[in-house]
């Protein structure tokens, strides 16, 4: 039963950054265009239009700090696999579970620590880019600094139930990518 329960969070985890990732994957063509523009405008034009500019940045940005827990969910972070490789899937399991305990939730909660008091004064100022011309809501792109690390931390918890289930069980089929 708490096995059942473990995974079940873990698939209620994996949903949502499947969601978001799929989202995000749309915005990906809309981002190419704009830099196309940006560049055209720039270098053919000699005009430049800094809230274009600040569009592609700022989305390429979000997609980056949002799409991590969808990245991490399908294990495409960058890992060194020179010894990973050729573990079994209870030595993967735990190594991908001491990741998550010793390094990714400690640095997620650092981060989260510095980006709260950021992201809230940007928010409550309803800051605005630095730039003439340039896009009215800056508070959006330093919120998701937060956005990330609870992203990143659900998939982390995710990605722990896995590791703990496929290191008490010993098989591979609850869903640790090996």
């Known amino acids: 039963m708490v096995r059942q329960a473990m995974l079940k969070v873990a698939g209620w985890i994996?949903?949502?950054?499947?969601?978001?990732?799929?989202?995000l994957i749309l915005l990906l063509p809309f981002v190419i265009l704009v830099a196309a523009c940006v560049v055209v405008l720039r270098y053919v034009f000699h005009i430049g239009f800094p809230w274009m500019t600040e569009t592609f940045i700022w989305l390429n940005g979000l997609i980056v700090a949002l799409?991590?827990?969808y990245v991490l969910k399908d294990e495409k972070h960058v890992r060194v696999d020179v010894l990973f490789k050729d573990f079994s899937p209870r030595g993967k399991a735990l190594v991908n579970a001491l990741g998550v305990l010793i390094l990714l939730?400690?640095?997620?909660?650092?981060?989260?620590?510095?980006?709260w008091p950021f992201a809230m004064r940007s928010i409550r100022m309803g800051e605005a880019s630095p730039t003439a011309g340039g896009l009215p809501?800056?508070?959006?792109?330093?919120?998701?600094?937060l956005a990330f690390c609870l992203l990143c931390g659900l998939q982390g918890l995710a990605l722990l139930l896995r590791s703990l289930d496929t290191m008490i069980h010993g098989s591979n089929k609850s869903g640790v990518h090996v």
């Open 137 to 145: 809501a800056i508070y959006v792109l330093k919120g998701s600094v």
């Open 105 to 115: 939730w400690p640095a997620l909660y650092v981060l989260s620590q510095f980006a």
């Open 67 to 69: 799409g991590s827990g």
């Open 14 to 23: 994996d949903a949502l950054n499947e969601g978001v990732g799929r989202i």
